[in-house]
């Protein structure tokens, strides 16, 4: 399958390629190219088949004969000690808990997967690549943690003064880690536009291998394609009729990640989304992306440290547009009835559950007409660990629930003693000092 990019269908990108140098030229997003047939592995594998296993597998499909089997599957041995976990709730209620890793984060997937396969490329081709990227939370610990032992990999992490958090002396670039932090003298808007301006510099960019690890990044956003067949794995005995997916949409990555999922041929009847202003529906009911009336070769360039995947999405349906009716199932959520989920959530199945997880059960209530009655199931998407929302759960349902000590470690406070930067050139001069 090859890869090819959002606003020019001439673009054709290796997948090395790609993540090494994560923007194409034309401004837009890479984006797969294709399908693949699976049918026959996917109804092949069941409950007993490895998360590395379908890791290995899927990363194949989508990379073709550019590396390996037997290298694609490395790569995913490497990236993951740890899996989704599915639970069933009741008999048409399950729940896919993405927060077993190191952070509690879906988001350890991705960035453990982008590092493993990123290093695995800088090793044959014997390069070194920087990371860069704005973070004010769980991003800090989960770089450090995924680049701990890299040896082609450094990251520049982008912090607003005064909110450096979850990082270890070790972990340092000098104190030998992997690691460079910098305070930025401004607010979260102006540490996007530091990253945007150097992005902008295509020959820098090229000359020090700069890329990032958000889902700009394609090889941070295919990983969230293995939720989906891991859940089909688990249920495929379980469940004989229709299965929906219920999740935040936030920035729209599960969501796109789940339909290149069905491009691989997985078994999926739809996305239970909560409607956001850019992903909402029409008088008659129908989903709309109120976006879409600007062509994407009209809109400005792709931002690199804050990737909306909304794009993605228009570009998927621009092949598929008569599907997104029958395939996305945005619902108007109110703040009062994201609380009555987490209420409903914990009086029926003693669940406590996240605030996005709430938000996306909140949708999924509003769409239980699509569950038939000969065996539908819903499975709601658990992206993080109920600790990072203690408060609304406290307020919600009244429990106090035990934060866990790596929680706390991903937001305690860290001071780099180091002088905050301000200017364009000042985290040039970073990025050049350290590429040496």
């Known amino acids: 399958m090859r890869l090819t990019s959002t606003r020019d269908k001439t673009v054709n990108a290796s997948f090395a390629n790609a993540i090494s140098h994560c923007m194409p030229q034309d401004g837009g997003l890479y984006v797969p190219d294709g399908t693949a047939d699976l049918r026959k592995w996917i109804l092949y594998t069941n409950e007993k088949t490895s998360f590395n296993s379908i890791a290995g597998a899927l990363t194949s499909a989508f990379i073709g004969n550019e590396y390996s089997p037997i290298i694609c599957e490395t ?12 639970k069933q709730l009741d008999d048409k ?27 695995t490329t800088l090793i044959l081709e014997n390069k070194n690549a920087i990371l860069l990227d704005f973070t004010t939370g769980i991003h800090g610990a989960l770089a450090a943690k995924a680049l701990r032992g890299k040896k082609h990999i450094k990251s520049v992490l ?58 700009a990044n394609i090889g941070r956003l295919i990983p969230q394609t293995f939720f989906f067949t891991y859940a089909f794995t688990r249920l495929k005995n379980k469940i004989s009729s229709d299965i929906y997916y219920a ?26 989304v909560p409607a956001t202003d850019q992903l909402s529906i029409d ?21 690199a440290s804050d990737p909306a995947n909304l794009e993605r ?55 239980q007409d699509l569950i038939d009655e000969e065996g539908g199931a819903i ?41 905050s930067v301000s200017s364009k050139e000042q985290l040039k001069n970073i990025l050049m000092e350290l590429a040496k």
């Open 75 to 86: 790569i995913a041995e490497k990236a993951f000690s740890f899996e989704p976990v599915l």
């Open 93 to 119: 209620l399950f729940s896919l808990e993405l927060f077993h890793g190191p952070t509690g984060s879906f988001r350890d997937f991705g960035v453990f997967y982008l590092t493993a396969m990123l290093e």
């Open 158 to 215: 982008i912090f607003p003064k005064g909110k450096v958090c979850g990082l270890c002396d070790e972990d340092l670039v000098w104190n030998g880690g992997n690691i460079y932090p910098v305070e930025v003298d401004g607010d979260t808007d102006r540490c996007h536009e530091l990253i945007k301006e150097i992005f902008s510099d295509k020959e820098f960019v090229s000359k020090l291998n700069l890329t990032v690890s958000t889902t």
């Open 247 to 272: 999740l935040d949409s936030e920035n729209y990555g599960n969501l796109i990640a789940g339909l290149y999922s069905w491009r691989l041929s997985l078994p999926v009847s739809g996305f239970i």
């Open 283 to 303: 008088k008659l009911g129908n989903p709309v992306i109120t976006d879409s009336r600007v062509s994407l070769k009209g809109k400005s360039t792709a931002d």
């Open 313 to 367: 999405l228009e570009d998927f349906f621009s092949h598929y547009s008569a599907m997104m009716k029958s395939f996305v199932f945005p619902a108007e959520i109110s703040e009062n009835e994201i609380d009555e989920a987490e209420k409903h959530l914990y009086s029926k199945y003693k669940k406590c559950s996240d605030y996005y997880t709430a938000k996306a059960y909140a949708a999924a209530l509003k769409n």
């Open 379 to 419: 499975v709601l998407i658990d992206r993080f660990h109920p600790g990072y929302s203690a408060d609304f759960i406290k307020e919600t349902i009244g429990e106090t629930i035990e934060i866990p000590d790596f929680i706390k470690a991903v937001k305690k406070p860290f001071e780099i003693k180091k002088d």
